[in-house]
């Protein structure tokens, strides 16, 4: 039996964090949950649960060719979220690979709770 792990179009952290700071346009979604968000964010990034995501995109994001970067921990429920949104018409919806994880290991800038 074979298994193959879906593809989803992913972004490095490195590339996410060249592509956020000059571009304005870009949603950054963080499908973390609530606690995890409070306790570190990535800077302007949108606070939405996956298991919300169906419900609520479309108020946060109305416009399906709106570039969306999606991140959470580490890359799971992300990629999960960018199948999601490719299902709803999204068309520019790309995964972090990494999550936050990686963003704080690269050293990379986020919003700490104190």
């Known amino acids: 039996m074979f298994f193959f792990k879906s593809t989803v179009p992913s972004i490095t952290v490195e ?33 939405l649960p996956l298991q919300e995501l169906e419900q609520k995109i479309e108020n946060i994001v109305p416009r399906k060719e709106t570039p969306i970067f999606v991140y959470c921990r580490t890359g799971n429920r992300s990629t999960k979220a960018v199948q999601k949104l490719i299902k ?23 919003t700490v709770q104190k």
């Open 15 to 47: 590339k996410a964090f060249e592509e956020i700071a000059p571009h304005n346009n870009i949603v950054l979604l963080d499908v973390r949950n609530a606690h995890e968000y409070e306790e570190v964010h990535i800077k302007d990034a949108v606070l």
């Open 88 to 110: 709803l018409g999204y068309t520019n919806a790309y995964n972090i690979t990494g999550g936050i994880m990686e963003w704080e290991q690269k050293h990379f800038p986020v």
